[in-house]
């Protein structure tokens, strides 16, 4: 059952639109989570059922301080949980741009920050309260920055000259903008395989916007004609380490292997690898399990609160530890998605293709992760047995260099660099 600060903030927000002050504990602590400071840094997380402890984590992170009380715990099995995340103090810089973004991004003019235009094709996907995780990662990227929403359909309301830069995702719609007038135009590419984004994305292209950013540089680099003038910016879209839960622990594991994203077109190598496994099933020598799905588990949808962003993350990372390798295969294109950081995360031994992204993002075979050895029928079981055996030696140790590289690497490609990138290309213009 969700705790009463959380099920009063979720009330407020999506019904009554204002929160009557809640007081948590007030024998203990006048500590008050108002409907205006969820505005500006977002909702407390649900962690505990312990009203008490929410609340303190939530001013922990928000305050920059260790917040925590010696209180009569509600939920004692979360108790130490709690305490120890109320002792990793953050910078007010910090609790800032990572905050938990379970609501709506708001602009407080009082922030300092450039003035930008984020320009999609449907803007209530980044405002919804249960936005994708991607756009979960958009949201607090932009959080440096007056960041005004605007639809591609209403873009023609907005005087372009109000803001420092636009910056606008690659789709088929997607208005085109000359440069001649306009702020900097940098262009977000994902997907680059549909008809429509092809076409649209040359257009684009041809009015040389300041800069693409994308997280796949050699296919949109090797498949669109982008002028020299355009800046292409390795922007991986990779989990975000603050929803991760980190296992370290290997002896408890219930699989020896975990093979990820079988299903659909994309994946013709996963379905292979997916069908001779399969076929071998009743022969291996280590215990398996196929999963179909290339996106989280179905159980996520049933906990209450699958419609808050969230928890399906942490239930994801959940899913992909409970095996000691999690194996995938190549798609059609090139795209990893972010599956790379997914199984780092979750510090699982990641056996996977070598794509340049791999090394752009700091990735070492296996160093951080084992490449995958082809032709899959023929390489694939004895690689996967062989890296079973010596897993106590040497695969763990990769296992947990790929986490280390994790918790390193993903901060500073979500947001420092990210925000470098974009400074570079201004100052330039």
Same mark, same amino acid.
């Given at each position: 059952?969700?705790?009463?600060?959380?099920?009063?903030?979720?009330?407020?927000?999506?019904?009554?639109?204002?929160?009557?002050?809640?007081?948590?504990?007030?024998?203990?602590?006048?500590?008050?989570?108002?409907?205006?400071?969820?505005?500006?840094?977002?909702?407390?997380?649900?962690?505990?059922?312990?009203?008490?402890?929410?609340?303190?984590?939530?001013?922990?992170?928000?305050?920059?301080?260790?917040?925590?009380?010696?209180?009569?715990?509600?939920?004692?099995?979360?108790?130490?949980?709690?305490?120890?995340?109320?002792?990793?103090?953050?910078?007010?810089?910090?609790?800032?741009?990572?905050?938990?973004?379970?609501?709506?991004?708001?602009?407080?003019?009082?922030?300092?920050?450039?003035?930008?235009?984020?320009?999609?094709?449907?803007?209530?996907?980044?405002?919804?309260?249960?936005?994708?995780?991607?756009?979960?990662?958009?949201?607090?990227?932009?959080?440096?920055?007056?960041?005004?929403?605007?639809?591609?359909?209403?873009?023609?309301?907005?005087?372009?000259?109000?803001?420092?830069?636009?910056?606008?995702?690659?789709?088929?719609?997607?208005?085109?903008? !000359? +440069? /001649?007038?306009?702020? =900097?135009?940098? #262009?977000?590419?994902?997907?680059?395989? $549909?008809?429509?984004?092809?076409?649209?994305?040359?257009?684009?292209?041809?009015?040389?916007?300041?800069?693409?950013?994308?997280?796949?540089?050699?296919?949109?680099?090797?498949?669109?004609?982008?002028?020299?003038?355009?800046?292409?910016?390795?922007?991986?879209?990779?989990?975000?380490?603050?929803?991760?839960?980190?296992?370290?622990?290997?002896?408890?594991?219930?699989?020896?292997?975990?093979?990820?994203?079988?299903?659909?077109?994309?994946?013709?190598?996963?379905?292979?690898?997916?069908?001779?496994?399969? !076929? +071998? /099933?009743?022969?291996? =020598?280590?215990? #398996?399990?196929?999963?179909?799905?290339? $996106?989280?588990?179905?159980?996520?949808?049933?906990?209450?609160?699958?419609?808050?962003?969230?928890?399906?993350?942490?239930?994801?990372?959940?899913?992909?530890?409970?095996?000691?390798?999690?194996?995938?295969?190549?798609?059609?294109?090139?795209?990893?998605?972010?599956?790379?950081?997914?199984?780092?995360?979750?510090?699982?031994?990641?056996?996977?293709?070598?794509?340049?992204?791999?090394?752009?993002?700091?990735?070492?075979?296996?160093?951080?992760?084992?490449?995958?050895?082809?032709?899959?029928?023929?390489?694939?079981?004895?690689?996967?047995?062989?890296?079973?055996?010596?897993?106590?030696?040497?695969? $763990?140790?990769?296992?947990?260099?790929?986490?280390?590289?994790?918790?390193?690497?993903?901060?500073?490609?979500?947001?420092?660099?990210?925000?470098?990138?974009?400074?570079?290309?201004?100052?330039?213009?």
């Amino acid at each position: 059952m969700p705790s009463q600060i959380y099920s009063l903030a979720r009330t407020s927000w999506f019904e009554k639109n204002e929160l009557q002050n809640a007081r948590v504990h007030p024998e203990q602590s006048p500590s008050i989570i108002t409907y205006a400071d969820m505005l500006k840094f977002g909702g407390p997380r649900e962690y505990s059922k312990c009203d008490y402890c929410t609340t303190q984590e939530w001013r922990s992170r928000i305050e920059g301080k260790n917040c925590y009380v010696q209180h009569e715990c509600k939920d004692p099995s979360k108790h130490d949980f709690m305490k120890k995340r109320c002792a990793v103090v953050f910078t007010r810089g910090w609790a800032h741009l990572r905050r938990n973004y379970n609501f709506a991004l708001t602009i407080d003019p009082q922030l300092p920050g450039l003035r930008c235009l984020f320009v999609v094709a449907n803007s209530k996907q980044l405002l919804h309260h249960g936005a994708h995780p991607g756009f979960m990662i958009w949201r607090k990227r932009m959080s440096v920055y007056k960041t005004t929403i605007c639809a591609f359909s209403d873009l023609h309301k907005y005087n372009l000259k109000d803001y420092d830069f636009i910056v606008m995702t690659i789709h088929g719609g997607t208005p085109i903008i !000359s +440069q /001649k007038n306009a702020p =900097p135009l940098f #262009l977000y590419g994902h997907d680059h395989h $549909k008809a429509d984004i092809k076409k649209r994305a040359q257009e684009l292209f041809a009015q040389q916007p300041a800069a693409l950013l994308t997280p796949y540089p050699s296919i949109w680099a090797n498949s669109f004609n982008i002028h020299k003038n355009t800046k292409v910016i390795f922007a991986p879209y990779l989990s975000d380490p603050i929803w991760s839960e980190m296992n370290q622990t290997f002896n408890n594991r219930k699989l020896d292997v975990l093979v990820i994203g079988t299903a659909g077109a994309l994946y013709p190598e996963r379905r292979v690898m997916h069908d001779f496994l399969k !076929s +071998q /099933k009743t022969r291996l =020598p280590f215990s #398996l399990k196929l999963w179909e799905s290339p $996106k989280p588990m179905p159980e996520a949808e049933n906990v209450g609160a699958r419609q808050y962003g969230s928890p399906p993350l942490a239930l994801w990372s959940q899913f992909l530890s409970q095996a000691k390798i999690c194996i995938f295969g190549q798609d059609k294109f090139g795209y990893l998605v972010n599956k790379y950081a997914e199984v780092a995360g979750a510090c699982s031994l990641m056996v996977a293709p070598m794509i340049p992204e791999c090394k752009s993002v700091g990735l070492i075979a296996n160093q951080n992760y084992v490449p995958l050895q082809r032709p899959i029928k023929q390489a694939l079981i004895p690689q996967l047995s062989g890296l079973l055996k010596q897993f106590d030696t040497t695969g $763990k140790q990769i296992a947990l260099r790929g986490l280390d590289w994790f918790q390193q690497s993903c901060s500073r490609w979500l947001y420092d660099n990210f925000w470098q990138e974009i400074n570079t290309v201004l100052e330039a213009h």
